[in-house]
T-cell receptor
Framework: AQKITQTQPGMFVQEKEAVTLDCTYD???????LFWYKQPSSGEMIFLIYQGSYDEQNATEGRYSLNFQKARKSANLVISASQLGDSAMYFCAMRGNSGNTPLVFGKGTRLSVIA | DAGITQSPRYKITETGRQVTLMCHQTWSHSYMFWYRQDLGHGLRLIYYSAAADITDKGEVPDGYVVSRSKTENFPLTLESATRSQTSVYFC??????????FGPGTRLLVL
């Protein structure tokens, strides 16, 4: 079974600064995938970034990067140059080694960007 | 290019009534999922389906029924709604392992 832990219920960041959202995971699978989703106040779930356990490099997508430390079982999301529109809930999730398996989610971190 | 649509987007019902939440995807993704989102719990899996006529239970399946007669549709039925089923329901689909796409969600209130 997989487990995701997000220890920061809420975070504040100044506009244009970088921020790191923490995510640790637990799994006995050798192959797995880690995801980050953004949920703005409008409620939709927006896919941000994916990291496979065997990917050689940390994933990046525009201002989002994933700091993947396999030995520590952490997959932190880094948002560079924060914008007011980044204020939202952020969820870390993972899937197991069977390909299209369902995701297991953490409880989320609410990020507030301050002007 | 609709992707995943869910209907209704908002629903108010009473305890004991049967409610069906619809999910339709236009990509022909083989895998589809139903999650519910509650404060303090994140998203939890209710049911999922690997293909038409293949479904499996998730973490919180009690009180729910699913069917999948066509690849593109994955309805979720609450057989006899209870107040504890007040939640936001998300449908999702995937074809590869590197992403999972979510619908806009259905907000359900059971009085």
């Amino acid at each position: 079974a997989q487990k995701i832990t997000q220890t920061q219920p809420g975070m504040f960041v100044q506009e244009k600064e970088a921020v790191t959202l923490d995510c640790t995971y637990d799994t006995s699978d050798q192959s797995y995938g880690l995801f980050w989703y953004k949920q703005p106040s409008s409620g939709e779930m927006i896919f941000l970034i994916y990291q496979g356990s065997y990917d050689e490099q940390n994933a990046t997508e525009g201002r989002y990067s994933l700091n993947f430390q396999k030995a520590r079982k952490s997959a932190n999301l880094v948002i560079s140059a924060s914008q007011l529109g980044d204020s939202a809930m952020y969820f870390c999730a993972m899937r197991g080694n069977s390909g299209n398996t369902p995701l297991v989610f953490g409880k989320g971190t609410r990020l507030s960007v301050i002007a | 290019d609709a992707g995943i649509t869910q209907s209704p987007r908002y629903k108010i019902t009473e305890t004991g009534r049967q409610v069906t939440l619809m999910c339709h995807q236009t990509w022909s993704h083989s895998y589809m999922f139903w999650y519910r989102q509650d404060l303090g719990h994140g998203l939890r899996l209710i049911y999922y389906s690997a293909a038409a006529d293949i479904t499996d239970k998730g973490e919180v399946p009690d009180g729910y029924v699913v069917s999948r007669s066509k690849t593109e549709n994955f309805p979720l039925t609450l057989e006899s709604a209870t107040r504890s089923q007040t939640s936001v329901y998300f449908c999702a689909s995937s074809v590869g392992v590197r992403t999972q796409y979510f619908g806009p969600g259905t907000r359900l209130l059971v009085l």
